[in-house]
T-cell receptor, first 113, second 111 residues
């Protein structure tokens, strides 16, 4: 099993739709999880951290399911500007005081007018 | 703050040539990461520095790759000799805690 796996997509959704992505991870000891957004030909940028209790920021909700070892990102009321690739990231060496992250290959989202 | 600065932004070179990529992390950040991104392999960690000391270079593909961080405000990634399979986008990222801030990347094309 790969360390971090994502469905590459693309997810093509109409404006206003709700879309969800999942990301599975293999290390059950992982403690820190993140969603990054990457626009075409740009660098990844942190979208949100994923806490055990879940995390909501406006139209975006991130959740963690430790039992099944996946994190999710839910986008409500999709906007054209949400079109991007969404990368999940997991702490590579939990408990070692390291900030190394392992990134998934990303899920591409296209929001269609 | 200007964010993470990388140079050059684009590099086209011929196979066998030496390539040097440069990175200036955000002031005050004590960890620096070099990544390589390709369509096939995604974002791969090459090497990681903490307080200017290389901590994990297990991602460096082979001896042709080397990285240095002589001080807290500068790091280089060198490829010598370069090969066509090295063509990718190389990102530098810095962090003070777990949030990684990426530079704009260097697009490298080796012909």
């Amino acid at each position: 099993r790969k360390e971090v796996e994502q469905d590459p997509g693309p997810f093509n959704v109409p404006e206003g739709a709700t879309v969800a992505f999942n990301c599975t991870y293999s290390n059950s000891a992982s403690q820190s999880f993140f969603w990054y957004r990457q626009d075409c030909r740009k660098e990844p940028k942190l979208l949100m951290s994923v806490y055990s209790s879940g995390n909501e920021d406006g139209r975006f909700t991130a959740q963690l399911n430790r039992a099944s070892q996946y994190i999710s990102l839910l986008i409500r009321d999709s906007k054209l500007s949400d079109s991007a690739t969404y990368l999940c990231a997991v702490n590579k060496r939990p408990g070692a005081g390291s900030y190394q992250l392992t990134f998934g290959k990303g899920t591409k989202l296209s929001v269609i007018p | 703050d200007a964010g993470v600065i990388q140079s050059p932004r684009h590099e086209v070179t011929e196979m066998g040539q030496e390539v040097t990529l440069r990175c200036k992390p955000i002031s005050g950040h004590n960890s620096l990461f070099w990544y390589r991104q390709t369509m096939m392999r995604g974002l791969e960690l090459l090497i990681y520095f903490n307080n200017n000391v290389p901590i994990d270079d297990s991602g460096m593909p082979e001896d042709r790759f080397s990285a240095k961080m002589p001080n807290a405000s500068f790091s280089t990634l060198k490829i010598q000799p370069s090969e066509p399979r090295d063509s990718a986008v190389y990102f530098c990222a810095s962090t003070i805690k777990e949030t990684q801030y990426f530079g704009p990347g260097t697009r490298l094309l080796v012909l």
